[in-house]
């Protein structure tokens, strides 16, 4: 069971990234999917969650209007597309996977079963 974040990199701000996660494994089909973040210095902070059936979703306020997820049972795969990005979304992102509350929607760290390793998000100023 293995969760793949992908996408990072650097930017400036008000530009753009995808991450993507995938699962290898196991189907995310069953799942609440979950990115995480953590800034140096910083707990590891939610930013988006979604249901494992794609019609519920929950985000931050500091990235509502901003950051918006979605998944593709079909692929595998969860996307984080975030825009507008600022300086202070640079962090290390991670998703997480959540199989054992029915239809959760939650960014409670200690729900999600599986995680992945994380990709660098630097936005410049």
């Known amino acids: 069971v293995q969760l793949q974040a992908s996408g990072g990199g650097l930017v400036q701000a008000g530009g753009s990234l995808r991450l993507s996660c995938a699962a290898s494994g196991f189907t995310l089909d069953g799942y609440t999917i979950g990115w995480f973040r953590q800034a140096p210095g910083k707990e590891r902070e939610g930013v988006s969650c979604i249901n494992s059936s794609g019609d519920s979703t929950y985000s931050i306020d500091s990235v509502k209007g901003r950051f918006t997820i979605s998944r593709d049972n079909a692929k595998n795969t969860v996307y984080l597309q975030m825009n507008s990005l600022k300086p202070e979304d640079t962090a290390v992102y991670y998703c997480?996977?959540?199989?054992?509350?029915?239809?959760?929607?939650?960014?409670?760290?200690?729900?999600?079963?599986?995680w992945g390793q994380g990709t660098q998000v630097t936005v410049s100023s």
């Open positions: 997480a996977a959540e199989g054992t509350v029915s239809d959760y929607v939650g960014l409670d760290p200690f729900e999600y079963d599986y």
